[in-house]
């Protein structure tokens, strides 16, 4: 893992994963729970390298590209 891999692309779900560990971290230590810091550590894992369920991006929506550059001619048909 690289510096440019911790540093650029957070976003939501990034940010979120981080906050849900932190906060699950905080909570194992106070109840003292093995498997909630586990849980934590799995979160906390997640953020920082920028990872999902399967791998980097693996359960995200594929993103659409829209082609704008090419203009279709619609064709009119005339209802009497």
Known sequence: MNKETLLTDWNFMRIL???LGIYIAVQAVETQSI?????ALFFIFQ???????CSSN???VPIK???S???EE???EEIK
């Open 74 to 76: 619609v064709e009119y």
């Open 35 to 39: 498997f909630s810091g586990v849980v």
């Open 58 to 60: 693996g359960c995200s």
């Open 65 to 67: 590209k829209n082609n």
């Open 47 to 53: 953020a920082v390298t920028n990872t999902g369920c």
């Open 17 to 19: 994963r981080l906050a």
């Open 69 to 71: 550059d090419k203009i």
